[in-house]
């Protein structure tokens, strides 16, 4: 079981990071704080939902929004 969640946490934590690169490169340091959230989420649903829908947004507040609302659709 140890193993699994070790597994589940690390590739939590990679999606986080991937999601926060993307966003660092395309909308620079002023999306740092964004960035913060990100890497305090742990859920992998959620960070799977953020992946499948970052990649198309244009625009910080964009990018933002779309992070909240994966909260709420928990």
């Given at each position: ?66 992070i909240q609302s994966s909260f709420v659709s928990q």
């Amino acid at each position: 079981m140890n193993a699994e969640r070790a597994k589940a946490e690390g590739e939590a934590k990679g999606n986080a990071e991937t999601i926060c690169q993307y966003i660092e490169v395309r909308f620079g340091a002023e999306s740092q704080s964004l960035q913060d959230t990100v890497r305090t989420i742990t859920d992998l649903d959620v960070l799977s939902r953020i992946i499948n829908r970052i990649f198309v947004v244009n625009h910080l507040d964009e990018a933002k929004t779309l992070i909240q609302s994966s909260f709420v659709s928990q």
